[in-house]
């Protein structure tokens, strides 16, 4: 009951979150323009956020997953001192990222503007990182409610702030700057909703890291593993083909990223779930809770590709524009990803759960050598179609490799 209760609030939440996100995608899409463009203008965006995505999961090294794991059960003290050690970990990730980017900035090949997002990208991946530690709190106990309202406040300063620069008829750092400051509303709105839960202190816990660090390397190898994989594509496609290319696939893989919320929902309240059972040593009603998750999540992504294959071309016109239409052809093809992503964030999460993980990163760079191949056989000649029926293919495999 819990787990429903839980799930259901975050499916509300992520609703409303996907409401705005929806308009304020939509807002970019119409209004953000480079050189009269709107189609490079969302190019370049898409470039930022990818390079979001990509330090964003770099520098979590699978931190949230193991935090949720770590705290299901403890007393509010210690559970606020593996909470701030996580956020003192993540803030000397974030000087390291910033010094690693420096020192490439020179050589990345895109216009100056772009560049110059990619920076403030990485402060705003960090912001996020920051509020997930938190939320890895009401997570471990069920306190959805806390998540959402945070996300809601964070995502509406988002919007208000985009739609503000858009008709003042700024360009794409100051869209950037919105996103940024919608996170550090998030973050604020986190930390206080946090107090009378868990008081988080901020602290280097040797004794953590030491017990935990068995555990956490081979989480981060699988969560770097994961994002290298779920975002080679778009970095492959970035460097072969003009930034209109970039910009149709990033609207159609947008849209798979709101689709995939709710897996991840359902597998992150999952976790502490799967966590107890583990631990109490009850394989049996693992295996039974997996079962059952697996037939609704099929059963659903399978409703979810019908509804998307369908309709796809008034989905990115009603999201985006006309201009963007092109976009429905690499949506399309990326639908049976759906099924495979659906089913493999179950597994996945079953298998970290049993401490098992070290098992998924053999699968992952077998997935990672054929996105690599593939891309770059494929991208050049076939543009974003190429990418889209790789992401199906990889995505197939690694769903069999982690069932």
Do not use: C
């Not at 054929?370 to 076939?382: A, G, K, Q, S, T």
């Amino acid at each position: 009951r819990s787990l429903a209760a839980n799930t259901a609030i975050q499916l509300f939440g992520r609703f409303l979150t996907l409401v705005i996100s929806v308009v304020t995608l939509s807002f970019i899409a119409n209004h953000l323009t480079a050189n009269g463009s709107a189609l490079e203008g969302y190019g370049q965006y898409s470039i930022v956020l990818t390079y979001i995505s990509i330090i964003g999961a770099t520098a979590d090294l699978g931190l949230f997953t193991l935090v949720v794991r770590e705290i299901t059960g403890l007393p509010p003290e210690k559970a606020g001192k593996v909470v701030g050690a996580a956020i003192l970990f993540r803030f000397l990730l974030l000087v390291a990222a910033l010094l690693v980017l420096a020192g490439i900035f020179p050589f990345l090949p895109y216009d100056l503007v772009v560049k110059q997002g990619i920076l403030l990208g990485a402060i705003i991946a960090f912001l996020m990182l920051f509020s997930q530690s938190i939320a890895a709190i009401f997570q471990a106990n069920y306190q959805a409610e806390k998540i959402v309202t945070a996300e809601v406040l964070g995502r509406l300063v988002m919007l208000i702030l985009t739609i503000f620069f858009l008709f003042r008829g700024d360009g794409l750092i100051p869209v950037i700057m919105a996103n940024l400051i919608g996170n550090v509303v998030l973050l604020g709105a986190s930390y206080a909703l946090s107090r009378r839960t868990v008081p988080i202190r901020i602290n280097f816990d040797w004794s953590f890291w030491k017990q935990s660090l068995p555990e956490f390397w081979s989480i981060a190898v699988v969560t770097v593993l994961g994002l290298i994989h779920f975002r080679i594509d778009s970095l492959i496609l970035s460097f072969y083909q003009p930034v209109t290319e970039v910009g149709i696939y990033g609207v159609a893989y947008r849209v798979l990223d709101i689709v995939l919320v709710i897996p991840a929902i359902l597998a992150a309240n999952l976790l502490p779930l799967l966590t107890k059972l583990g631990a109490e040593g009850k394989s049996a009603e693992m295996a039974q809770l997996v079962s059952r998750m697996t037939g609704n999540l099929w059963a659903g992504s399978i409703a979810i590709g019908a509804a998307v294959l369908a309709l796809a071309p008034w989905v990115i016109v009603f999201i985006t524009r006309s201009d963007f239409v092109a976009a429905a052809v690499p949506l399309r093809l990326l639908v049976p990803a759906f099924v495979f992503l659906f089913l493999t964030s179950l597994f996945a999460q079953a298998v970290i759960a049993m401490k098992e993980q070290k098992r998924l990163i053999s699968g992952y760079l077998l997935v990672i050598a054929l996105d690599v191949v593939f891309n770059l056989v494929l991208i050049p000649n076939y543009s974003y179609r190429g990418a889209a029926i790789t992401t199906v293919a990889s995505e197939a495999v690694l769903m069999v490799y982690s069932f």
